[in-house]
């Protein structure tokens, strides 16, 4: 063996590295198109002017929810594995990018997925519940944890992208949960607050 092609497999990373990093980056992407749709889906919902159409995006929204359990798993599973082979547990946005995936995963399961199987249940009535159902739609837990989510992926992407340190990992994350929270309509402004 040359010198040369022993230089060469010693800096080959080995494949399971490369198919975690597939994994990883793909779950990422996945997570991203995921939420951009479940938010989009959101919106098509509050437009509903009928229990049949309604039904329809619910339905999407069901088709849905087996990525949405299983792809922030393997985007924590995968950069976890990543980091303990890397020995990068201590890195600042690694640590708070696994707590962000987690919180995203969170709110999915706590709050998005049981609001979409009650407002199926509200649907199943027929006309008779679509007015429930709208009250549902735009109950302010509901936008707000939609826009939470997607600020949190913000976040997220943020920290990949730039790899900061702890003060400002947890900056960017301030800033981008208060800007989902103020998108969703947080604080409630009152008329008078609004007009002053």
Do not use: C, Y
């Not at 400002?168 to 949960?177: D, Y």
């Amino acid at each position: 063996m040359t010198s040369n092609s022993l230089k060469r497999s010693q800096d080959l990373e080995p494949p399971p590295l490369k198919l975690l990093l597939a994994v990883h980056v793909l779950s990422a992407l996945t997570l991203f198109s995921l939420e951009s749709a479940t938010l989009a889906l959101w919106s098509a919902a509050r437009r509903s002017e009928t229990a049949d159409q309604l039904a329809g995006t619910l339905q999407t929204m069901r088709r849905l929810r087996p990525g949405l359990r299983l792809v922030p798993a393997l985007l924590i599973g995968s950069g976890l594995w990543m980091a303990s082979t890397g020995h990068l547990m201590q890195t600042a946005w690694i640590v708070l990018s696994l707590i962000g995936v987690a919180l995203i995963a969170g709110l999915t399961v706590l709050m998005e997925i049981p609001a979409t199987q009650n407002l199926e249940a509200h649907v199943r009535q027929g006309a008779a519940g679509l007015q429930q159902a709208k009250e549902q739609l735009m109950a302010r837990r509901l936008v707000l944890g939609s826009t939470l989510k997607f600020a949190l992926l913000t976040w997220v992407f943020l920290l990949m992208l730039a790899q900061p340190g702890w003060p400002e990992g947890v900056g960017i994350g301030i800033v981008s949960v208060v800007g989902g929270l103020i998108r969703g309509g947080w604080p409630k402004r009152t008329r008078t607050a609004a007009l002053s």
